[in-house]
Nanobody
Framework: QVQLVESGGGLVQAGGSLRLSCTASGRTYFSSYTMGWFRQAPGKEREFVAAITLSRGNTYYTDSVKGRFTISRDNAKNTVYLQMNSLKPEDTAVYYC??????????????????WGQGTQVTVSS
């Protein structure tokens, strides 16, 4: 079993930055996973944001965050990060970390994912 814990959410003004972290614990062979970030805004469906393969560091982003968000990993710390810059009010959502035992960056997008975190709130004020 794997546990994912997100942190780093908060309230920020438009144009500001936040860095989210997702740390995995449990029976992990971390390099065999693909990790992703998703978000869900009030009244909307959960949507994919970014993904990274932990073995090679291949990345993939949804169009709305390209050039503003960067996903990265620190395998020694079993942690994946989401650096969010130039934040907009429409980025407001609960952000979730997900993990899938796969080495294809698109596998997290397709789902179903094997593990999910509890989410962290990101609020961007205008």
């Amino acid at each position: 079993q794997v546990q994912l814990v997100e942190s780093g959410g908060g309230l920020v003004q438009a144009g500001g930055s936040l860095r989210l972290s997702c740390t995995a614990s449990g029976r992990t062979y971390f390099s065999s996973y693909t990790m992703g970030w998703f978000r869900q805004a009030p009244g909307k469906e959960r949507e994919f944001v970014a993904a990274i393969t932990l073995s090679r560091g291949n990345t993939y982003y949804t169009d709305s965050v390209k050039g503003r968000f960067t996903i990265s990993r620190d395998n020694a710390k079993n942690t994946v990060y989401l650096q969010m810059n130039s934040l907009k009010p429409e980025d407001t959502a609960v952000y979730y970390c997900a993990a899938k035992i796969a080495q294809n960056v698109l596998s997290v997008v397709a789902g179903p994912n094997d593990y999910w975190g509890q989410g962290t709130q990101v609020t961007v004020s205008s």
